[in-house]
């Protein structure tokens, strides 16, 4: 899976060509990522919040929410033109819901698959394809939480929390005991309520519990899928090189 670095290189790479080529046509659109990169805990690659919040600084400070929130979009990205739209991926969908190829526009041709397909071929990630690691990131989770030793440590968990005051059957659920998701910053009942669920966490040892049984469903997953995945890995590390090259 990429890291919250290599995607970012990608993006920009991508934003970069695409816009050189709809400047071709006569529009301008964004040339690069306004922020530098996402916040702890939302890279896909790494484990920070695998399992919900588990680090008692954090959830101190924070409760449920990051450290830093999650970037809106560019202001500049706003809405295409209908036109925009069919010269960036070179074509519209007609009324039988197919799409009807944009062969020229401005008297200029338009390339297949329009400006974002001229992007991802030059960049190299036209044929990079996540979904395979990304169906078993979330098989692996689903497996490892019904191996019995995780599901003994969940329920020690819960009547850890019951035993403070609330009830909860997973880390996952935790935005029905307190709705963090509906609060732009941690309220100091949010906080108390992440810190119990640190706190039992560490009592129970279920982070240590779960990623323990998670890696060994994993390493199997990777073994029975050990030749796709090493392809896709490659293709990865190549569109993430070309990538690099493009921005100098």
Excluded at 39 to 63: C, F, T
Excluded at 109 to 126: K, N
Aim: proline residues 7%.
């Amino acid at each position: 899976m990429e890291t919250d670095s290599e995607s970012l290189t990608l993006q920009n790479a991508g934003l970069a060509l695409e816009s050189t080529c709809m400047a071709r046509y006569g529009f301008r659109t964004p040339s690069r990522v306004v922020h530098a990169s996402m916040p702890p805990g939302h890279d896909a690659a790494n484990m920070e919040r695998r399992y919900g919040v588990s680090d008692l600084a954090i959830a101190q400070r924070y409760g449920y929410h990051l450290e830093t929130p999650i970037p809106k979009n560019d202001p500049a990205s706003e809405q295409m033109t209908p036109q925009e739209k069919s010269v960036f991926a070179g074509g519209s969908r007609g009324g039988n819901g197919l799409m009807v190829p944009l062969r020229e526009f401005g008297g200029l041709p338009v390339p297949t698959g329009g400006c974002a397909g001229e992007a991802m071929r030059r960049i190299g990630d036209a044929n990079v394809d996540s979904g395979l690691p990304e169906r078993l990131d979330m098989e692996s989770l689903d497996r490892s939480a019904a191996d019995p030793r995780v599901q003994a440590a969940l329920g020690a968990w819960t009547t850890c929390m019951a035993a403070k005051g609330y009830h909860a059957d997973s880390p996952e659920t935790m935005d029905r005991v307190v709705p963090f998701a509906s609060t732009p910053s941690a309220t100091p009942t949010e906080i108390k309520v992440a810190v119990a669920d640190v706190l039992c966490k560490k009592s129970t040892g279920l982070v240590t519990i779960w990623a323990n049984a998670e890696t060994k469903v994993q390493n199997s997953m990777i073994e029975q899928n050990q030749i796709p995945l090493t392809n896709e890995r490659k293709q990865l590390d190549a569109a993430i090189k070309n990538a690099a090259a493009l921005l100098g």
